[in-house]
């Protein structure tokens, strides 16, 4: 079924008739399509249903073509990202194109569907902003990260599953909370794995985030366990290259303090509650995508 | 009337509830609201055409954002750019924010009026990046140079006299050529200023297009009367920093050749039926919005 999205998307791109736009499209690593997988899930596969999944992916792409830029990535789904190969200025463009085209054929949707969608990109856009914001400081404020991170990476996964309950006629609340739980619970982990895969199984620089400034909920826990001086060691790492022992100081502590087993949790708690509306709902495949995303490996 | 405009886009941006992004945009020059002024003139002063105006200058400000990150620029309306204070991250995400924010609110206008602008979206971001592309070369195509002047420029003020006269009740047909035409104009003007006017009036250095690499009409009139060798000497001075010497032949050429008052012509003819058509319909503020655009300094 994820093949009728990608001919859709083809579809749509090719309306814009213009080649460099497919070949640019061609360049891009399509990813796991989460997102048109939850819609298709629940809402099945109508052309309408199929259109929705393929707008969601085709506004996702924008926005990773946007944090690309942002973050200056040279990699994306192990390929080279958009600005890498041909520039900011035409990963900048090509973003507009996609977000400018999805909104577009969402007016063809349903109202309804294009609020839920429109208003989720707000939400993402403000996350992004939030994020080089909160990257400033030595943020240790739990609930501003938790904000950024519903903005920035739930609200179109919550925004997907919303549409598609919309979409099949489904009660959209429990829908609505369990994309947002996925959402979420996906980037704690994200901010786990961080910390505790090695840099090569990652691809990227372990403890990457916390150079960048980037305090995720680990780093949130463990300085309010932390004494004073060490809660002063811990801040003044924050942004740095950190060394060997450095690194192994952090991890110690983490593990002292049980930190990451306390962020897993929190994280679990979240899937724990989507699995179980689902299972409700009798949506089993919903619940198996749930199950999925915790048993990632640690 | 355009005070009502500017209360709406404070609205929206208060309705986001993130102090930052009210302070960034009290940062953005307003500009002269061509857009809104057009749409307000047309439709009339309803809440639903105030809030469609705000919806076109948010979008147009997007633009701008973006545009001036592409363009690496450090002014904008004599004021410095989003980018060249907050950095390229913040004025790409401000300007997603505004696009995204627009969208939804188009959601509760009218099903055409948001088709008409987020299409013109679509045109305009393909716009961005034709213009880059052409940049690359010595382009000396006159429909591939007007294709991409629609689809940058004209394409939004097409679009707002369009949604305007939808939302009027009146025949689109005149209003979309009035607001393409007027759009084309402004961007040949716009491009015969750069080779007419001093460096000190334009506030950038004169002839700083052809620097660019962007082989505007005059340039691409030039070209076809030049012989052989003059057409190779053109050629070789494409995106280099002139010297005085090699500005004042180019310059010597244009006035053998009468290229400025030839550009001019195709302006003021677009103008001319532009301005015909607003006084078929009785509609002398449009028209005279018009004839203002044509007896810019030369």
């Known amino acids: 079924m994820l093949n009728s999205v990608e001919r859709q998307i083809i579809h749509y791109i090719k309306d814009l008739n213009e080649p460099e736009i497919l070949n640019l499209y061609n360049k891009l690593a399509k990813g796991k399509r989460l997102r048109a997988k939850l819609i298709l899930k629940i809402a099945g596969n109508s052309l309408r249903v199929i259109k929705t999944a393929s707008i969601v992916e085709m506004i996702h792409g924008a926005s990773l073509l946007h ?40 007016n063809d949707i349903d109202k309804r569907v294009s609020k839920v969608i429109s208003n989720a990109v707000v939400q993402l856009s403000l996350g992004e902003l939030a994020d080089v914001s909160l990257s400033e400081e030595f943020n240790t404020d739990r609930d501003r990260y938790l904000k950024m991170i519903y903005q920035k990476t739930a609200s179109l996964i919550e925004a997907s599953a919303e549409s598609a309950s919309i979409l099949a006629g489904k009660d959209s609340i429990p829908y609505k909370i369990y994309g947002r739980n996925l959402g979420l619970a996906f980037q704690m982990i994200d901010d ?48 740095k290259r950190l060394n060997t022992k450095d690194e192994a100081w952090i991890k110690l502590k983490m593990k002292e303090y049980k930190i990451i087993e306390y962020s897993y949790n929190e994280a679990k708690k979240l899937i724990d509650e989507a699995i179980s509306l689902m299972e409700n709902a009798g949506e089993f495949a919903l619940s198996a995508i749930a199950k999925e995303m915790i048993e990632r490996d640690f």
């Open 67 to 106: 944090d690309d830029v942002i973050d200056d990535s040279d990699m994306r789904r192990n390929r080279p990202s958009i600005n890498s190969i041909y520039g900011n200025k035409t990963a900048i463009m090509f973003g507009d194109i996609l977000y400018s085209k999805g909104f577009y054929e969402l």
């Open 192 to 239: 786990i794995l961080d910390i505790t895969v090695d840099s090569q199984t990652l691809g990227k620089p372990a403890m990457h985030d916390f150079f960048e400034g980037k305090t995720t909920l680990p780093y949130i826990y463990l300085y309010k366990e932390l004494d004073t001086d060490d809660k002063n060691r811990l801040k003044s790492l924050h942004s």
